[in-house]
């Protein structure tokens, strides 16, 4: 396995839907506001992407079993008011080298192209390293309408302050390339737990923007069982970072082999 | 040199063999256990897998003697009761990089599943950190009835605590695209040494599982061989850290050049 | 996107054009010079180069506005006396990886080489790590005739005291082997600030020997707005090492996804 | 520029050459002794090697001349007695990357392959991080033959305690797998300064391997002047260090850009 590469589920056919990254990221806030869509409004996955790229592991789940790294796409018709459908991503892991991050990234573009998409909504956390009291959701955007849009919706936008690593900022700058226009949403997190608070803002914000309604309050429950999920993610980047100090550090060989 | 590549030494027919990995790594635990399985049942060596993400070094052995970084494939035609053939991977390196490993993966499910492999076994060991009184064996599965068949030889699963990262993981996430299952089998150990106990564990199950029977009491013996081996490998493994921070860190040029 | 490209705006003919490099580096000084000298001579964007050896991020500008990494090209034709054009090359980022650099020099090399370029100016900041009083300019060449050249207009040569690292000086090294010859002007400079005396001090020469007239006061004023963009950068870079502590470090998850 | 490449500089027929392999490592043992033996017995240079893989800069000498980083092949002619060809490679740089480092070895023995060679001699120095009062030279050999040839000029073989690293080892393993046998010939060296008297050793004994004479009383000379010029590649190393700090650890940007 030398190049990333997408496994399709199922043929489907999307009219210009809506693109919703939520790969895991600071305090998990993009991934759990995603994971609750997916729940609460049924969306099927539809394909799979893997890379070597990614870290070179697997998870084990509660029962002992092992999944592959792995990002998995899914779609959402039309719902209700909103004539609208929707690919939403989500997955265990991100690209683990900056190159890799582009040949992610890149590949996901290409494969949203591919059915029409012409809007992006990235969604992550923003890390204050401190408790916040009641989580701002901050955004920034590819286009000045769609600024004035984030403005509207009580999102403050992330000006003079910075940019936007990782995924979350990427798909959006490799998407203008392809024509698309899109936005960021960060909710607000000290970013060093689980955050349903900030999912719940994001949420919020979300659901108005997109006109889609969805049970916010189930979303604390979700967060509740991802904590003990992601507490054995972390417990594998240490052991990664471990990993990669017997190259980098003074330590003996002591990688699971 | 820009390519992982496997060079036959022999060809060999098997059938439908099950595939054993045991690459070194946290207590050399797999690596013990794999060499005494090749020794006492007289496994062949067929095919090395030589890759430019192994360390760029090569090993000196106790006669002065250059040895390059390589992976070795071995050969066990079915044996006594078991009805089986056996393909049993040792190497004295594991790739490096992240890309690297999955790039040395990849080749390998490739080569494994060219023989019809439908089952992995990756031993390897879990670390600790502290010491062991009588070790555990830890496992993983690809799919329920493995993990319940696991269970029923006593192995402990490694439920909601974290990963398996590097060849032992990777082997069998890679595997699973190719349609393969499989478990991975962890002793428990320190990690801060070449742990016999740890592997006699392994062992134990590994046999039972597998129907097979060697000596475990020569086990000890090679133990100590291996012992020695290893110490230059962890020297290795330092001067390569060394001259990584070369890099990386504040110190002169100080590589064996 | 797996390669470095360049996205042409405009179709241009130039005659043996001057190429002029100054990607953001120590104190900026080079980028400050070639944005002063695009923005009062006028010089015109045709091209643009993406890179996936650039950070894996997006910038955001003071209207919450996203934009890409890219480097950008400008060319200027002919001016007053100097009979003269010119292809000027400023950014937002350098690559990432040594190998990244290689690759983006080299496109650059090549692009330029096809416009005809055989003479390169490369335009950056020599870091004292302590405050400077009255900057010097620094140079280094790549023939004795260049050397002789600096030499006469106040440049001192940078003698045995190190090399040049970075765009600056493999812009140089792979353009002589394209049978370009150049020069690159170091502003000497503290290093931890956006230093317009340092790249008053470059221009001020630059101009000279290019035979050029620009107002050197309004560089003071541009400097005062780059000094806010540029902070943002420090803090992306900041944020980005963060993230990359996280493989290498003792940190938790935290990048933004 | 995205391969490593060789540009020839002359067409040359050598008759079984012996190729020796010096490029700059710990206390530039090798260095000192290649670079001697090249004036000493006017070997001439035929081939250059380019690479991505090397550090992205230039050198600048003393007379402000910007040189690329590059390794370097001289031909000698059959000498006096000894009715032998030689190939000497020597440069400025070794490989960053453990890749890269293969990808360079890899082209090296490639290129030398095609020339016949069958024996290499890699040297190097062996650091003890510590004062040494009369340097030894260790030695490894790709065969018992060279090993016991090795033992019979009074060179202590490296037995384990280790392995050999970068381009001296690598270069050795790959050769071996295009039918070339090999030493490694390592003087004993504290590591931190540029050391004449491990040179010396080292050439003592080469010179009656290869039952050549040259004038080792000058080797101090020259050991003087390759002072000079190292400082400011361990100058730049560092350089190099610092820059890749920027990505990996909590500086601000500060690359001469």
Do not use: W
Request: proline content about 4%.
């Amino acid at each position: 396995m030398n190049k990333t590469f997408i496994n399709n589920l199922e043929e489907v056919e999307l009219s210009e839907p809506i693109f919703i990254e939520a790969l895991p990221g600071i305090g998990h806030v993009g991934k759990l506001v995603a994971e609750h869509l997916i729940h609460e409004l049924g969306a099927v996955k539809f394909a799979e992407l893997y890379s070597p790229a990614f870290p070179p592991q697997v998870f084990v789940d509660e029962e002992g079993l092992i999944e592959p790294m792995k990002n998995e796409f899914y779609y959402l018709k039309s719902q209700g008011e909103a004539e609208q459908d929707y690919i939403i991503l989500v997955g265990n892991t991100q690209g683990l080298s900056p190159e890799g991050q582009y040949e992610i990234c890149g590949t996901i573009i290409d494969f949203v192209h591919n059915f029409g998409v012409k809007n992006i909504y990235t969604l992550g956390g923003l890390g204050t390293g401190q408790p916040v009291d009641k989580p701002k959701v901050f955004g920034a955007a590819t286009n000045i309408e769609l600024a004035e849009m984030l403005k509207g919706h009580d999102v403050t936008l992330r000006t003079a302050d910075g940019g936007i690593i990782g995924a979350s900022g990427l798909i959006l700058g490799l998407g203008m390339s392809k024509g698309m226009s899109g936005v960021c949403l960060m909710g607000e997190t000290p970013g060093y737990f689980i955050d349903a608070e900030a999912s719940k803002a994001v949420l919020t914000i979300l659901q108005k923007i997109l006109n889609v309604d969805v049970d916010i309050a189930k979303l604390e429950e979700r967060a509740e069982e991802t904590r003990k999920m992601i507490s054995k993610a972390q417990q594998m980047e240490r052991e990664m970072s471990d990993r990669m100090n017997i190259v980098q550090g003074e330590e003996d060989l002591r990688y699971i082999g």
